[in-house]
DNA sequence: GAGTTTGAAACT
DNA sequence: CAGTTTCAAACTC
């Protein structure tokens, strides 16, 4: 069970931390970078915005912006209409695998190790050697994998060559029941962590905001080298060079707590909390479905471990049991997230109004005979040849979230939420809300 | 801050 | 699907 959680929190952070490009935010919003679109309109995946699901806002300089609640309806259907053309236009980038182990007893059966968060799609670098943020992978704090057509790959995270080697080194010693070698050795950095729990912030999603999901990734690295962690841009060692035990995690503490059931909660966010979390906290929406991306893992039974905690259950199921029951035990609004698994990032659920929540990939199906003409009038005079939609999720996950809770959500208010600056996208969550959502008509006059 | 480089997204 | 263009962020100076 607390792999299953550990896993969520990693997921969740690497999704917030990774997914979005230098987004700075601080409680104030000033002086933000956001997107600074100049033809795109902020209605296309050029937008980080847009793409990230949220409206634009203040910080952005962005010109002739159509990304805003006043123009939800384009939104929406431009959304549509690029996951249309690439159903996983708006999906998290960063997937956090799982290494699965074979299965050699009872014991310890659920073991699994995140040792292989990697880009969805890969990089297509060239150039940059993927040591640069030009690489999404780099820039997601993400090894290279099999996945990515770079040239020359560097990628300080994990090199493309490498992974693959890896995974062949991986599998070739589950097969011959060998130790685990570096990967056993990679878990044992992981196990320790999830085996003493001091090290690590209760079990909360907070866990995301510190900076035990770099150590974690720190603990993937190779110990040669520690490079600028791609979210600051002034710590040289950041937080990859720090022990798990640094004073700075301790004094994180606290407030990770703290930042946990704000982030649990979908309010704003405590602007105290260091730049990984405090940039990413309000792009939440349509992260979250990196959660699912987790859950979506099925471990397998493991090998025997000394010490690991384990009473995870040795299914996805039951994982998703686990991190519900987790969660709604730490807030109370939490059930939501028995929809993870069902929610789309992408699905404008607003258009279905009070609609009853759709099962898995019909709801696709019927989102989108919903909405036809997904061209929005802005945009067409760049007319996209879309006609037909497709009418499965891309991985069969993708479903609107319950409306009776959607409605249920907004009909109640979060004053953290409110407190927001930055618009998510409710019409098109990518997660059920954990809290209510404004509604954007209603809040919008807060822009 | 302007200009350049880069690679993803969009288009053909 | 491959090649090209467009775009905006990252980067350099």
Not at 135 to 155: D, I, L, Y
Not at 328 to 333: A, D, L
Not at 358 to 369: I, K, R, V
Not at 403 to 427: C, D, N, T, V
Request: glycine share 4%.
């Amino acid at each position: 069970m607390h792999t299953c959680i550990f896993l969520a929190r990693l997921t969740i952070m690497r999704a917030f931390v990774f997914s979005r490009k230098r987004v700075s935010y601080t409680t104030e919003n000033v002086g933000c970078k956001r997107c600074n679109c100049k033809r795109s309109k902020c209605l296309k995946l050029y937008c980080e915005c847009f793409a990230a699901g949220v409206y634009c806002a203040e910080p952005c300089a962005c010109l002739e912006c159509f990304n805003k609640p006043e123009y939800e309806d384009t939104v929406l259907s431009t959304r549509q209409q690029i996951e249309s053309r690439n159903p996983l236009a708006f999906a998290p980038k960063i997937v956090c695998r799982v290494t699965e182990f074979p299965a050699n007893s009872g014991e310890d059966s659920n073991r699994m190790t995140p040792s292989s968060a990697r880009h969805k799609r890969g990089c297509n670098c060239k150039k940059s050697l993927c040591l640069k943020k030009y690489c999404e992978c780099f820039q997601a704090g993400v090894g290279c994998s099999e996945g990515c057509r770079c040239e020359g790959c560097k990628n300080v995270y994990g090199m493309k060559e490498e992974i693959v080697y890896k995974r062949a080194d991986e599998r070739r010693e589950d097969v011959s029941g060998k130790k685990m070698g570096m990967v056993e050795t990679r878990s044992e950095i992981l196990h320790s962590e999830q085996c003493h729990p001091q090290h690590l912030s209760p079990l909360t999603p907070s866990f995301q905001c510190s900076n035990h999901g770099k150590d974690i990734l720190r603990s993937r690295l190779p110990v040669r080298r520690y490079l600028p962690s791609p979210e600051s841009d002034t710590t040289v060692l950041s937080s990859y060079g720090k022990s798990p035990l640094s004073p700075v995690d301790s004094n994180n503490n606290e407030r990770q707590q703290k930042m946990s059931v704000e982030i649990v909660d979908m309010i704003s966010y405590d602007q105290d909390v260091d730049c990984l979390t405090s940039g990413e906290m309000d792009q939440f929406s349509p992260r979250w479905d990196g959660l699912v991306d987790m859950c979506d893992l099925t471990p397998k039974p493991h090998p025997p471990s000394r010490a690991m905690v384990s009473s995870a259950s040795s299914n996805s199921k039951d994982c998703k049991k686990v991190l519900r029951a987790q969660l709604c035990h730490r807030n109370g609004r939490l059930s939501a997230i028995s929809s993870l698994r069902q929610s789309s990032p992408i699905t404008p659920v607003t258009q279905l109004g009070g609609s009853k929540f759709p099962q898995e990939s019909d709801s696709d199906s019927a989102l989108y005979g919903i909405l036809e003409d997904d061209t929005p009038d802005i945009l067409k005079d760049t007319p996209t040849p879309i006609k037909t939609v497709k009418a499965s999720s891309p991985n069969q996950k993708r479903v609107s979230p319950p409306h009776s809770r959607l409605h249920e959500l907004r009909s109640s208010s979060s004053p953290g939420l409110r407190s927001g600056r930055k618009f998510i996208l409710q019409a098109v969550p990518s997660f059920p809300p954990l809290t209510p959502y404004s509604d954007p008509k209603s809040c919008s006059s807060e822009k």
